[in-house]
């Protein structure tokens, strides 16, 4: 596993790369299960991989986490090397965003202006500029990213038909914690208390997708079983949302593949997660 920390010489491994397939997972780092379950469908889709660990500053809100938002770059060597990765780019922010950088990849509409879009103005503008910048470097063949963070699939899948990027967009599933918790980095900010108060959150989601599962197709009624469900909880909603799976508008009926999106703070961390609503099982 090579570790190569500016553009030049991820540009020089890239040009020695001709007849091989390449798979590319961008991080911010501090890896986790759900991390790795994208290096290893990655692994198992090209003859070569390549992980990305950049804390982007762009997508990050002035008042956001920024600065505390935990790296260990170490830690993620070691979790990465039994995995078979040819190449970890690291960048330094000055490599990723060079004196005099101008542009910005900002996708317009409720896909990316909707929920995280309005609850974190210029976080997608972010997402999809450092994300067209880094398959611009590693020209991947395919490119793969977690279901967790739904709303940024479909902003990234944007940007890629729009622009015409030569890359697949693979989404992996959430993985989760034994008590159904989304792995997250951010989940090392809970204190005890608050990280098995945290559960609450997957158990409103799954009590509202086993309502959906039974029948009930009224969304309004999906979203009140989530905000009942966790009304004597320390856990406080941001949002509750059943929206299409393709164009992010909120549903009244779920006549069609959607997702129920949360976001919610316990204590100073903010969450989020979801669910696949499918209305016809595949
Ligand atoms: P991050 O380092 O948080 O920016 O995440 C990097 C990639 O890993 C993104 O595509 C995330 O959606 C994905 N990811 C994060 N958490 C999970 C998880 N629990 N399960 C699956 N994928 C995840």
Do not use: C
């Not at 890629?160 to 959430?174: G, K, R, S, W």
């Not at 949002?239 to 999106?261: I, K, N």
Request: net charge negative; no cysteine.
């Amino acid at each position: 596993m090579k570790l190569v920390r500016t553009v030049h010489e991820l540009r020089a491994w890239r040009t020695a790369r001709t007849g091989s397939t390449i798979g590319f997972v961008p991080t911010m780092g501090y890896l986790h299960a759900g991390h790795l379950a994208l290096v290893r469908r990655a692994r198992a889709e090209n003859d070569e991989v390549v992980v990305s660990i950049f804390v982007n500053p762009l997508q990050f809100g002035p008042h956001e986490d920024y600065e505390r938002y935990p790296r260990d770059l170490a830690r993620d060597l070691r979790l990465l090397e039994p995995e078979g990765v040819e190449l970890v780019f690291a960048p330094p922010v000055e490599e990723m965003y060079p004196p005099g950088f101008a542009t910005a990849v900002e996708v317009r509409g409720p896909l990316a202006e909707r929920l995280e879009g309005a609850a974190r103005p210029g976080h997608f503008r972010g997402v999809a500029t450092v994300v067209t910048r880094l398959l611009n470097l590693v020209q991947p063949h395919r490119a793969y990213f977690g279901w967790k963070d739904a709303q940024q699939v479909l902003v990234v899948r944007r940007v890629v038909q729009d622009l015409a990027l030569p890359v697949e967009i693979v989404a992996v599933p959430t993985v989760r914690e034994a008590d159904g918790l989304a792995m997250s980095s951010r989940n090392v900010y809970l204190s005890a208390d608050e990280r098995a108060a945290a559960a609450a959150l997957p158990r409103a989601l799954f009590a509202a997708l086993a309502r959906f599962q039974e029948g009930e197709r009224d969304a309004e009624v999906l979203r009140q079983l989530v905000h009942a469900a966790l009304a004597q909880t320390p856990v406080r909603l941001d949002y509750v949302s059943v929206s299409d799976r393709e164009t992010f508008q909120e549903l009244a009926q779920v006549d069609r593949p959607a997702l129920l999106l949360v976001a919610a703070w316990v204590g100073t961390t903010r969450l989020i997660d979801n669910v696949p609503l499918d209305p016809v099982p595949a």
